[in-house]
């Protein structure tokens, strides 16, 4: 997941997807590029810089939908430029993305990550090019005037498209997902038991279940997770002490003892088999490992056991096909209990839907919780709301492309969850979407934070889920974030509030830290 960014200050900015692939951008119309004098909120004057996936700090620049594009992805002095359709179509591969709208920002250049291209956007008197970085037709102010321009430091005139604005084409459409088979036997489900058999009795049966600390089903007395033993690379499942039991702890200091393990692989205890496993590629980490299983003890209705602490470069998820969680438009509802003192403002901290695939597939291809205070890629104005005094964390809707936290960016409803253990709460149907909170130790019921619309203002109606699964990062494994997670599900259809309060009763019943 990555943000729509509005940046101010001509600083090197880690920014979003905008690829053309070459396949495709011979047949797409473009606009032409000049200085024209600046004028206030002209739109064919204001530009954003959006999130580049997969790279770390290269920058795409838009203007309403159509990228700086070098034409033809020519590489030499002199190469022209103009405004095309940004690509929306998933990253498809190591060495298989076209470069041509890649900008890295810095000091007052916006310079080609073409390979090969060691030249600048510049616009001359034919028009904008390839050229030398230290041409005074290179050098810009970023938004210094009106917001949005991009100002030629010498002529002070502003970048401009002119032309007809070329229709914008669709996103190719997603693989369809394989078919959902629930499985051949269903947990025993008991009335007043554990999150699961809440879920399932109320018809939203858990399509996956994750948890750390305990059975999530009064029935299940199964695997909850595996650890590695670092000195040896043995590893050993630990299960629920009982049905509806805490996690065996003891058998874990045991077999951990006089070194370190990890946690490999968390459990689904739905039976959808949709475990969460560790050690994949990361964004920012050369692979996101598992958590120390040790690191975190706490203590739960009287019960010793250990929380998962991700310190950044740690995640999980399922890169198979996942089976049965929501897809397309689907409904679907989630809960998850994670730590309330350890977080950041880096992406991204999330359990939830996501790609089916280490990858950022554009507006609506995520549904995740996010917690944390990652607000960076707001714009300007929405962070202009935030009151002095917040300072997160926050509940979020990961939606991909961006975290919400309402319709489009600042919700003054969601103010910030200062609770050692938190419960949050987020649930998506056609056009909609909620957003809960409560302290997982006392009663109170949840508090929410924000139901009603979607975001407007990008391709989040109708939303194109892909089933994925993920733990501790975003979609394309970014892998900053920080968060503790103890326990969460994931369910098919979207449940009504009675149940997310039986939920809630039940977190708080358990006696988390006590």
């Given amino acids: 997941l990555e ?61 309403q939908g159509y990228c700086l594009s070098i034409t033809n992805f020519l590489n030499s002095e002199g190469s022209s430029i103009d405004a095309a359709p940004c690509y929306k179509d998933p990253v498809v591969g190591p060495g298989k993305e076209v470069l041509a709208q890649f900008w890295e920002l810095q000091n007052g250049m916006l310079q080609s990550l073409q390979p090969d291209t060691p030249f600048c956007f510049g616009i001359t008197k034919s028009g904008a090019a390839l050229v ?3 041409s005074p037709s290179a050098q810009f102010d970023f938004f210094s005037g ?33 078919p959902c088979k629930p499985p051949r036997t269903q947990p025993e489900l ?65 077999f951990c003892a006089g070194t370190d393990c990890v946690i490999y692989m968390i459990y689904d205890q739905s039976n959808y088999g949709n475990h969460l496993f560790a050690n994949h590629p990361g964004r920012h980490y050369a692979v996101d490992t598992g958590v120390n299983a040790s690191e975190l003890p706490i203590t ?13 470069g740690m995640g999980y998820r399922n890169n198979k096909p996942t089976n049965c969680l929501a897809v397309g438009d689907e409904p679907e509802s989630m809960y998850s209990v994670f730590g309330g003192g350890h977080y950041s403002d880096e992406c991204c901290f999330d359990y939830g839907n996501a790609e089916a695939h280490i990858g950022a597939d554009g507006p609506g291809t995520m ?30 809707a990961d939606l991909e492309a961006g975290m919400y936290g309402g319709n489009d960016t600042f919700n003054p409803s969601n103010s910030p969850v200062n609770y050692e253990f938190v419960s949050l709460m987020l649930k998506g149907r056609h056009g909609e979407l909620s957003l809960k909170t409560g302290d997982a130790q006392t ?68 006696g988390y830290g006590n």
């Fill in 190 to 254: 008991t009335p007043n038991g554990g999150p699961c058999d809440i879920y399932g009795i109320s018809g939203n049966p858990c399509v996956a279940a994750h948890s750390v600390v305990r059975a999530l089903y009064a029935s299940y007395s199964g695997p909850l997770y595996m650890v590695v033993r670092e000195s040896d690379k043995k590893n050993m499942t630990i299960t629920a002490l009982k049905p509806g039991g805490f996690a065996n702890s003891t058998a874990q200091d045991t």
């Fill in 367 to 396: 549904e995740a919780i996010y917690f944390g205070n990652c607000t960076g890629w707001w714009s300007r104005e929405a962070k202009a709301g935030i009151p002095k005094n917040w300072h997160g964390p926050y509940i979020m």
């Fill in 300 to 312: 739960i209705g009287g019960h010793r056991v250990y929380g998962a602490k991700f310190n950044g």
């Fill in 146 to 178: 009106h917001q949005g321009t991009i100002v030629n430091k010498a002529s002070k005139l502003c970048v401009t498209t002119s032309g007809t604005p070329p229709p914008i084409p669709p996103p190719s459409p997603l693989p369809p997902p394989p």
């Fill in 443 to 510: 009663s109170g019921g949840l508090t929410t934070k924000y139901d009603g619309c979607r975001p407007q203002h990008a391709d989040y109606n109708p939303m194109r889920k892909q089933g994925g699964l993920i733990l501790g990062t975003g979609g394309d494994n970014s892998d900053r974030g920080l968060g503790i997670f103890y326990e969460g599900a994931m369910t098919s259809g979207y449940v009504q509030p009675s149940i997310e309060e039986a939920i809630q009763e039940n977190i708080v019943a358990i």
């Fill in 132 to 134: 030398n970085c230290t």
């Fill in 3 to 63: 943000y729509v960014v509005v940046v101010n200050q001509p600083i090197m900015i880690v920014l979003l997807l905008c690829a053309l692939l070459v396949a495709q951008a011979s047949s797409y119309a473009t606009m032409q590029l000049e200085l024209e004098p600046c004028e206030a909120n002209a739109a064919n004057q204001t530009f954003q810089f959006v999130s580049l996936i997969p790279y770390v700090n290269p920058a795409a620049v838009s203007n």
